[in-house]
Structure formats: C-alpha cells, structure tokens
C-alpha cells in the first residue's frame, strides 16, 4: 500500500469515489464508459465493494446456496473490466476541500490522495436503539455481508446443538423489509420465531387495511407476533440463553436476536468538511448530485431526496435510486448534460413466505399527515381470468387526488402484484390520471390477466368515485354508519351467517329490486349504507337505490378490508 498520494495525475482526471456497493459502483462504472482517460480510484473501508445486500436474507434462508454469489465484483474482476483502482479495507477520514485532499486510513497506515472530483457513497448505518444488553455476542444485525457470515454461523451452530424436537429460538425486532425478509429465512432454517415491532401493524409502510394479511401468512407459519411494543432489555443466561423483554412486560425467550429497526445516514465525514446537511442528516444536494461544495457530489442512501406527491426532503434508502444517482454523478463530474433527479416514488416490494406485498408513492397515512385531500379506493379481483384456473385474489388500494390524479398506490397477494405494482409506479411517475388507469392497454391472456385488468378496475371504480356515480363510505367511518345510517348487507345468506355487523339489514342483491321497500322502512328516511364481500354486488345495489331515490353509499373495499380493519364489532 502507498503511504502518499499527493500528486496531481499524469493523464485525465482523477475521479475519487468513497463507498462502493449500488451508489458508488454504477458512478465508477458510468464514469470509465464516458472517460476512459480517467483515473477512477474507489476506497471502500470493507472488504467487500460490491454485493448484493437486497440478497442477503436470501443468502441466510439458502435459496441463494452459494455465499460468492452475492458478491457482484471483485477489485480484481473492476480492475480487469473496467481499470478501475478499487481499494479495499481503506477509510476515508477526513476531506481538505481546500486542497482537494481526502485522508485514508488502512491497516499499513495512512495518507492522502488528491481528487479533482469527489464522490461520496458512504451509505446508511442501522440505527442501534437504546435496549439494555444490545452489546451480548447472540445479538446481530443483517446489512453487510460480515453480517451474513455471524448470522449464518450463529444459526449453524444452534441448529447443530439442538435437542430433540426443541428447535432454537430467535427473536426478530423490527417488522420492516429486511426484519419481514429475516424471519422467512430463520423459519426456512427450522428456527422458531418471534417479531416485535413498535408499529401497530407489520410493515409500517404499509396501509393498515392490508398488514393484517401479512400478519395472518406469518402466523399461519407459527411465527409470534408481538406488535405496538419494543425491546427494552435483553438479558443473558449463556450465549444461547437469552430473554427480551418487553415495553409491555412481556419476555421472550431466545437463542439468538436480530435487529433492524431502520437506518439513518452515514453522513459524518460530509459532516466534519462543512458540507451542507438536512434536519435529517442527509447530505444536500442538487439536481446532479452535487453537494454544497462544487468538487463533490453524493449518492445513496446518505443523501436527501425529495419524496413524489408529499414533497417531502429526506432520505430513502433503496437501491435502485442510488443506482440511478450514480450514473447521473458520473454523468455530472465529467461535464456532460444531466437529466435532474425526478422525485422519488419510494416503490419497494417483499416477500413474506406465500404473499407478496407492494409500495409506490405516499400511504394513506403519509398523505393524511401532510394535509392532502385524496380518495381512496380498494379492489379486491383475481390476477388473471377467474375462468381460468388458479386465480388468486390481488388486494390493491390506490389513492387519487380530487382531480383523479393517481397518488399512489399498494397491493398483497400471492401472484400478480409485482406486475401491478410496476405499472403503477410508471403511471405514477407519468402523472397519470384514473383515466389513463382505465385505457390503459395492458397484455391479456387468460393465464397472465383478465380483459380488464387490476389495473384498469382501479381507473374504472376511481372514475365512478370521482363523478359521483358512486358514492362511497370507509371502514373508518363504521361507527357514525351503525349510529346514524341503515347498514344493508348485500351478501348471500351464506356468507351473511358466516359473520356480519349487528343490526344489518340482510337483503342478497339479487333480491334487491323485489324488496324495496323493506329498505325504505328499515331506513326510514335515512342513508343507506351499502356492503357486500369486495364492493362488486354492492355498488350494483348501490345504484339500485340511487335510482329509485334513496341516499345510499358503497362501502369501498367491502366485507374484506372492513374485517381487516375492525374485527372488533363483527357478530
């Protein structure tokens, strides 16, 4: 290893980037596509530049069964590919913007390489909360692939000591993406599991209407749920003898305990440069990546965004944003025209054992709290033509602005969501309205859709929302429709003594015409509020009744997103 790096370089420009993994790489990468004069030097302070980190619970669970898999490149592999001058094990300490110096440490000592341009990717930590015992060695994290390698050889170890039928115990705090993708995994590996989660509800991105689907799939795979609480306490017996204890008084056992709780931005050499940060301390920068200081720029997850729809300035750590980040740096460092950062929808998706559950754009709660008007609307079809067999039922909720533009959307099920999702997202970034939703022309084939797709029942039902056509009523508002309304119950009899609402008026909606006026006694001059299964039957009583001059609404999302939201008062 060099001990000084001072000098300016014989040929090009030198190109300095902090921090390999998705932000870092893809702006080496697209800087040696444009400039192939550049000195292009990485300093990453781990031994590992670039790897999968998305693939890493799928490392833990052995789907993906070899380890070298989820290393993408090597220095050597870099160098030979791309010359790139990739080193590892070297961290960067300090930043003289005076001089154009970076300050790098590594285990034969340090010294300073010179930059004419600066790219920071230092990324996110996790963030350690404040739980009594976090330091015992049966405690881990699961971000890096260090990380990997304890987890992995801590759960080898419980499953080579087990006794019997009494299979090892681990506790998963934090029910987010990676802390959901974790405990697949330890199940996978024959572990038993608990999560706790200070949420409500698991993956808080989520809207609360549909997490209960989650929470049932993990349930029904003997996994413990313990939510609206957090970890106050972790104590030790032995190294595979370990309790937690709870905020709610609760102690669960555990052989080995895994915390994900979030992360937040590794911004401190910015920091310590004088480099501008936002309240968050994300690194600011612009529309090319560049931050307050004209010779750096940064990437990643360490710097701010400004989020779709809300507007709001923060960081969101994904990969693919810092991977498009990369490359417009890149683009930016060596003079070429940009095209600036569009807002970022936060579109994210998981796998929870047989669900799949799905993001784009702000949740219903996010648009709440930031004070903008939107309808909701739900639908509950199947992912490709119910003739067809092995339909499978998609829940999709979207949100519309009073204009019908698309705000975002969410959806769960067990086959067809991804797709969903994905057009979404486009139209989504397109400022599509309901609309463009309901002509959008999408591939149809009995085994991969229906003639009108998930997609276009979104524009369709959004368009009778928004005109009127329609009127709806929400699981929230189930109390005020008990006190000051007649709740009709358009469902069969069947599914009506399966479960309903005390006080329902039952009327199945084919029977509906013929007994009107039961309605307009039982309600004696009040609204009526409509609900069948998934809002299809009710919508058609519900124009039945418009007709004929009764005040009634459609409960949106119908018996399946009420029972999720409020089980409490079903008879």
């Known amino acids: 290893m060099q001990n000084s790096d001072t000098g300016s370089p014989t040929e090009g420009r030198r190109i300095v980037i902090v921090g390999g993994v998705a932000g870092g790489m893809s702006a080496a990468a697209r800087a040696r596509r444009l400039d192939e004069r550049a000195e292009i030097v990485v300093l990453e302070q781990s031994e590992y530049v670039s790897f999968a980190n998305c693939g890493l619970p799928y490392g833990l669970s052995g789907e993906i069964e070899r380890r070298d898999d ?17 080193r590892t094990g070297s961290r960067a300490t300090a930043i003289d913007r005076t001089g154009q110096t970076i300050s790098v440490t590594t285990s034969e000592g340090s010294y300073e390489l010179a930059y004419d341009a600066l790219l920071l990717s230092p990324g996110a930590v996790g963030v350690r909360p404040p739980i009594e015992g976090i330091g015992h060695p049966a405690v881990h994290s699961l971000r ?39 405990v697949e995994a330890l199940v996978a590996r024959g572990m038993e599991v608990d999560v706790v989660e ?18 049932e ?36 056992s555990a052989d080995l305990v895994l915390v994900n709780v979030g992360v937040r931005p590794a911004s401190a050499l910015a920091r310590d440069a004088g480099l501008d940060l936002s309240p968050t ?19 990643g997850d360490a710097v701010e965004v400004v989020q779709a729809v809300t507007g709001a300035v923060g960081p969101v750590p994904l990969a693919g944003p810092a991977n498009r980040q990369g490359r417009r740096a890149a683009d930016a460092m060596l003079g070429r025209r940009t095209t600036p950062q569009a807002a970022v929808l936060g579109t994210a998706i998981v796998r929870v054992f047989g669900l799949t559950a799905a993001v784009t754009g702000p949740s219903q709660l996010t648009l709440a709290r930031a004070g903008i008007a939107h309808e909701v609307v739900r639908i509950h079809p199947g992912h490709h033509a119910g003739y067809f067999p092995g339909a499978e039922q998609v829940h999709l909720v979207a949100t519309f602005a009073p204009d019908g533009r698309l705000l975002g959307a969410q959806g769960v099920g067990r086959a067809g969501v991804d797709k969903r999702i994905d057009v979404l997202a486009t139209a989504l970034r ?14 149809y084939a009995p085994p991969y859709g229906s003639a009108k797709d998930p997609v276009n029942m979104l524009g369709f039902v959004a368009q009778n929302v928004l005109n009127g056509t329609m009127p709806q009523w929400h699981p929230s508002d189930l109390d005020d429709a008990l006190a000051d309304t007649l709740v009709l119950d358009v469902r069969t009899q069947g599914e009506f003594d399966r479960g309903h609402l005390k006080g329902a008026l039952h009327i199945p909606h084919t029977e509906l015409r013929e007994r009107l006026d039961e309605v307009r006694d039982a309600a004696a001059g009040r609204p009526v509020s409509v609900h069948c299964a998934s809002g299809v039957r009710s919508y058609i009583a519900t124009r039945v009744l418009l007709a004929e001059g009764l005040d009634a609404r459609n409960l949106s999302g119908g018996w399946l997103t009420l029972t999720a939201v409020r089980p409490d008062l079903v008879a």
Not at 200 to 215: F, G, I, K, N, T
Not at 281 to 299: K, Y
Not at 430 to 443: K, N, T, V
């Open 281 to 299: 301390g994300a690194i600011c920068v612009d529309a090319d990546q560049r931050t307050s200081d004209p010779h750096i720029w940064a990437v």
């Open 430 to 443: 397109s400022g599509m309205y309901a609309d463009d939703l309901a002509e959008l022309e999408l591939a």
């Open 70 to 86: 989820l290393l993408l490149n090597t220095p050597a592999s870099l160098g030979a590919a791309l010359a790139l001058n990739v």
């Open 217 to 252: 799939e993990l349930r029904v795979h003997d996994v413990g749920l313990y939510l609206g609480a957090s970890a106050r306490a972790i104590t030790a017996g032995t190294d595979t003898d370990l309790s937690v204890v709870l905020s709610d008084g609760a102690a669960l």
């Open 144 to 182: 890096t692939v260090p990380d990997l390698d304890d987890v992995e050889n801590h759960v080898t170890q419980l499953l080579a000591a087990q006794l019997g039928d009494q299979r090892p115990r681990a506790v998963v705090i934090g029910a987010g993406f990676i802390g959901v993708e974790a």
């Open 198 to 215: 200070l949420a409500d509800h698991v993956l808080p991105p989520l809207d609360a209407e549909l997490a209960p689907l989650l929470a």
